[in-house]
């Protein structure tokens, strides 16, 4: 498996000697790689393949070339894997909607694909060795729905005719389109996008909501700022037993099974006992602060770390019944640099951005002496190089499930148990 080409040096407008952008050129395709590409070589040169599987004979087109590597698509399939479907999107094809990665793909290769992935940048970027990945088990488990109608929530951007479409590929350029089959139905049945006529002057996105309890919202976004224009100005979500309120452009898992799915996860590898302390950090509306409350009760004690207005908003209200949870409004690396939040604490649930928590937020936690620690992680590189960092003191990634919260396209999440030296 190749180097994630994300993470590559910007474009060469000169190129390199070899291959040169619209050029197409005949090649065996290799390897999966991060980012929903396979890795092909052309005459020594590495070109990252969109719309292929590992195996084939494609010709691709050029679309970008940079130091070192190339970027193309598969336009043409000359000797098929047995893992390709028709894509059921006309608009998940080249040139069009960047939305889904693997819709040529069939299900149960689409988690092999990710396996592989989440495999090689534990390796690559986090160190673990081929033992201990065997040792890990690692898998992707499907969710509850098939692969199409399941996300219940789409933010659409707006084109130059004020069109609601999807993004390129890498690209600011809109595609209109009629249709988005990953869309839940609800959200696929709103008036929103230029078959039906919609027009969006002056917004910059348009937002849609199907809430998990039974809420539809569509708001527009203006220079960030976003206004519910169609259904409730708040929408209620149901999960881990409880019913949440928040508005429809807060922050909640798009996929209607997630937020089960990673709660048992979560509480089944750190199981929180009567009378903890814990840390629910980047906690959001309050998911696994409450999950965690329920488990330490009333001699326990649950504080949420969180910087988001809108989520500190809908944590405060949705766990006002739960006297022994604190919500902390800050950023993690402040809150923990400034002793905002101080231990001893029991069981931390780390929840980070894309861009992961950090070296400077797992070596805080390090120190704060937690016997477990629970990390829900919705990108495969970040989560591998805070696990190098916690192995560097000794911790270890004792456990790890994945999840396809986001079928159709390259996107996995994780959840791993991290323990300390003294665990062992």
């Known amino acids: 498996m190749g180097r994630d080409p994300d993470s590559a040096p910007?474009?060469?407008?000169?190129?390199?000697?070899?291959?040169?952008?619209?050029?197409?050129?005949?090649?065996?395709?290799?390897?999966?790689?991060?980012?929903?590409?396979?890795?092909?070589?052309?005459?020594?040169?590495?070109?990252?393949?969109?719309?292929?599987?590992?195996?084939e004979r494609v010709v691709a087109e050029v679309t970008e070339v940079h130091r070192g590597f190339v970027r193309a698509d598969a336009v043409t399939v000359l000797d098929a894997s047995p893992d390709r479907v028709p894509a059921p999107c006309p608009y998940a094809r080249p040139g069009q909607?960047?939305?889904?990665?693997?819709?040529?793909?069939?299900?149960?290769?689409?988690?092999?694909?990710?396996?592989?992935?989440?495999?090689?940048?534990?390796?690559?970027?986090?160190?673990?060795?081929?033992?201990?990945?065997?040792?890990?088990?690692?898998?992707?488990?499907?969710?509850?729905g098939g692969s199409l109608g399941w996300r219940s929530r789409v933010r659409y951007?707006?084109?130059?005719?004020?069109?609601?479409?999807?993004?390129?590929?890498?690209?600011?350029?809109?595609?209109?389109?009629?249709?988005?089959?990953?869309?839940?139905?609800?959200?696929?049945?709103?008036?929103?996008l230029s078959a039906s006529g919609a027009r969006w002057p002056d917004a910059d996105a348009v937002e849609t909501v199907a809430s998990t309890g039974g809420d539809v919202a569509v708001a527009t976004v203006v220079d960030g700022v976003a206004s519910t224009v169609e259904g409730p100005a708040t929408v209620r979500e149901v999960a881990a037993g409880r019913e949440w309120t928040l508005p429809p452009t807060a922050f909640w898992q798009v996929h209607p099974a997630a937020t089960d799915a990673?709660?048992?996860?979560?509480?089944?590898?750190?199981?929180?006992?009567?009378?903890?302390?814990?840390?629910?950090?980047?906690?959001?509306?309050?998911?696994?602060?409450?999950?965690?409350?329920?488990r330490v009760g009333d001699t326990g004690r649950v504080t949420l770390v969180e910087a988001a207005e809108q989520g500190v908003a809908a944590a405060r209200q949705n766990l006002s019944d739960l006297p022994r949870v604190e919500v902390v409004a800050a950023r993690v690396e402040t809150a923990l640099a400034r002793r905002r939040i101080t231990g001893p604490v029991d069981v931390v649930v780390l929840d980070p951005p894309r861009t992961g928590a950090g070296s400077r937020v797992v070596r805080e936690l390090i120190a704060a002496g937690p016997?477990?620690?629970?990390?829900?992680?919705?990108?495969?590189?970040?989560?591998?190089?805070?696990?190098?960092?916690?192995?560097?003191?000794?911790?270890?990634?004792?456990?790890?499930?994945?999840?396809?919260?986001?079928?159709?396209?390259?996107?996995v999440e994780l959840v791993g148990l991290l323990l300390p030296p003294s665990s062992r």
């Open 10 to 55: 910007d474009r060469d407008a000169a190129g390199e000697r070899g291959l040169a952008e619209a050029e197409r050129v005949e090649l065996t395709v290799g390897p999966v790689a991060p980012g929903g590409h396979c890795v092909a070589r052309v005459d020594g040169q590495v070109v990252f393949v969109r719309h292929a599987l590992p195996g």
């Open 97 to 144: 909607c960047g939305g889904c990665d693997l819709q040529h793909v069939a299900p149960a290769a689409q988690l092999e694909w990710k396996v592989a992935v989440v495999r090689e940048q534990l390796s690559r970027l986090g160190g673990l060795t081929e033992t201990e990945l065997d040792g890990l088990g690692v898998r992707v488990e499907a969710l509850p």
């Open 157 to 192: 951007a707006v084109d130059a005719a004020d069109r609601a479409g999807l993004l390129k590929h890498r690209s600011h350029e809109v595609v209109p389109i009629d249709r988005c089959l990953i869309a839940h139905p609800a959200i696929q049945s709103l008036p929103v």
């Open 262 to 294: 990673l709660v048992g996860a979560v509480l089944e590898l750190v199981d929180p006992q009567p009378g903890e302390r814990a840390w629910d950090l980047y906690g959001g509306a309050g998911l696994f602060a409450a999950a965690l409350a329920g």
């Open 371 to 411: 016997r477990a620690v629970g990390y829900v992680a919705c990108d495969p590189a970040a989560f591998a190089r805070d696990v190098r960092t916690f192995a560097e003191s000794g911790w270890r990634l004792a456990a790890l499930r994945g999840f396809d919260l986001f079928p159709m396209t390259q996107h």
